[in-house]
C-alpha cells in the first residue's frame, strides 16, 4: 500500500533516535542546532540551562496544540480552530473552577470534555458530509471564537484555584527552573511519537495522508480513523487549556488568537508536509523550538518584534520550499 | 486599541473581514428597521472590535446617554483590531440608514477618513473617541484620552518612587507604529525625565498589549538584564504578564510596574499591589459625551468641534510626594470593563 513510501516505513525497526534524524527531521534539527550556535556566539546570556528551560515553557501551550495540528496536517487536513477552541476550554475551565460551580478537578474534566466534542464535531463534519477540513474548521473557528466572548461576558476570568496553576509552577533542576507543565508537553510528543511510529494507528494514519481511497481499499476504516483524529486532537487542545490557564494565571478571552497560525507555523518548520501522510510529531517540536529560540535569541540580541515576524515567515516558506524539492526527488 | 491590539494574521483576517461585514450589516439592518422618517433621532457607534472590556463600556456609555436624550443608538464593530473594512461597511449602512451623526473609534486612522469624509458630506456629524483620525479634522470633533500624558503621569510616578535609585528600565510596548501605544511610550519617558536612547532602557519588547505576550517578553528582559527594577507597560494585561514572570523570580516585591488604562481588573491589580501605579482613562465619558453633541446637533444644527480632553487619573495606594494621585477606591468607583 501506498505507506510504504514513507520514510519511516522504509526504515524497518529503527531506534527512536535514528528516525529522529532521518528524513523530514533532519534538516529542522540542523535548523535548531545552527540558530542555537548563533545565538550563543551574539548574546551573553543565551547558552544557559536556565535559558533553555525559559524557552520550553514559552513554547509549551503553542507546542501543544501544534501536537493536534500534526496528527490533521498528516491527514492531508488542517485545523484554523485549535486556538479559539482552546480559548473556549480555558475560559470553561477557569469560570467553572472560580466560581465553585466545579471543583478544579470537574472543571478540567468538563474543558477536556468541551474541547474533545469540537474535534469530534470537527471530525463529523469534515467526514459525513462531507466538508474540506479548511473550511469546517474556520467555521469552528468563529463558532468557538463567540462561544468563548459569550460564555465570558468580556471579562478576564482570576482568582483561581491552585490546582488550576500547578502545572504552571516550576521546580529546580541544576540551575534551570522547569515547569511541570512543560514536562506534560514533552510527555505528549514522546507518547505521540511513539503511536505514531510503532503502533499500527500510527501507520494508518499515514496511509490515510497518502491516499485515503488506498487506505480505505486496504482494509483501514478510515471514515472511523478520521473523526478519531479529529476527537484525539480536540483533547490535545484541552490540554493545552489547562496550560495556557497554569501559565498565565487567569482565564483570558482574548487568549489565542494566533495560535492557530503559530501551530500551522511549527508543523511545517518541523518537516510535515502539508499534503499528508509525511513528517513526524518530533519534528513538530523540533518546529516549535525553531520559534521559540529565535524570539527569544532575537529578543536578547535587541531586536524588534517585527523582526522576529519577519525571520518566522522567511523560514516557512524555506521549509516548505525544501519539502517540495525533496518531495520531487523522491519520486 | 491600546488594551488589546491583538494582531491577527493574514488568513484570519481574511475569515474575519467576512464576518465583519456580515455583523456590521446586520447590526445596521436591525437599526434601520425603525425606520430613518418620523422616528426617533439615530445615532451610530462604531468601536473598533466589540470584545474588548473597553469598547463594551463605551457601548453602555452610549446607550445611556442616548437613553437620557431620547436617541435610538445603532452599533457596529470591526471584527479585530485593524479591521478598517469592517468599519468602512458600517459607515456606508448607518448614513444610508438615515444616522444624525456617528461616534467611531477608527481602526486605521488614515485608511477611515474617505469614507467618514463622505458621511460628513451627507451632513452627518462625524466624532472620533478615544483616537483621532490622521488629519485629526477629517471628523468633525474629538473626544479623548491624552495619551501622552497618561504615559507623562505614570513616568513621573515611577522617577519620584525610585527616589533617585539608579534605574533600569524595561517597557512592554504596544506594536510598531500604532500611536497610542507610541504617544504612551514617549509620555513614559518624558515624565521620567530620560531621552528614547538613555541607557538605563536596557530592554523594549512590544505585546500587543496581550497578557501572555507580555509574559514572554518579560521572561526575556529578565535573562537579557536581570537588575531591571522599572517596567513600563502599555496597559494592564501586559503589566500582569509582567506581574507572573517577575513573581516566577522572586522579584515581584523589588521591581516598580506602573501602566495605562485604568479598567477595573486594571485597578484591582493596583490595590492588590501588583501595579503600583496605573493612569486611568474615562471611555464611558467618551461616549456620553459623543452622544450629547449628537443630540445638540439635532436639536440646534450646531456641530460640535475640536478636540476635547476626557481626562487622564493617576491612581495608586503608594502616593509620592510631587505626583498628584487619587486611591484605589476612587479608582474602582470609576473603572471601566
Redesign the interface.
Known sequence: MTATTTPYDQLRGPTTVRRLISAPTAGPLAALVLACLFFSLTTEQFLSGGNFSLIVQQVMVVGTLAIGQTLIILTAGIDLSCGAVMAFGSIVIARTAADGTLSPLAAIALGLVVCGGFGLLNGLLVQMIPLPPFIVTLGMLNVAFALTHIYSAEQTVTDLPAPLTALGETFPLGGTDITYGSLVTIALFLAFAYALSSTSWGRHVYALGNSPESARLNGIRTSRLTIGIYTLAGLVYGVAALLLVSRTGVGDPQAGQTDNLDSITAVVLGGTSLFGGRGAVLGTFIGVLIVGVFRNGLQLMGVASIYQTLITGILVILAVTVDQISRKKAR | MPR?N????T??RV?ACT?AATLALAACGSGAQGGSDGGRVKVGLITKTD???FF?KMKEGAEQAAKESGLELVSAAGK?DGDNAGQVTAIENMVNSGVKGILITPNDSKAIVPALEKARAKGVLVIALDSPTDPQDATDALYATDNVKAGELIGQYAKAAMAGRKAQIATLDL??GVAVGVQRHEGFLKGFGVPETDPSIV????TGG???KG???M???L??APGINVVYTINE?AA??AY?ALK?KGLEKKVLVVSVDGGC?GT?AVKEGKIAATSQQYPLKMASLGVKAVADFAEDGKKASGYTDTGVTLITDRAQTGVDAEDTAYGLENCW?
Open positions: 488589546n491583538r494582531v491577527l494574521t488568513s484570519v475569515a464576518a470584545t474588548n472590556p463594551v479585530f506594536a510598531p530592554c523594549s519588547q512590544d496581550d497578557q501572555a509574559q514572554t517578553a521572561e526575556n528582559c535573562q537579557k494585561p500582569l504578564g507572573t516566577a481588573t484591582k470593563g
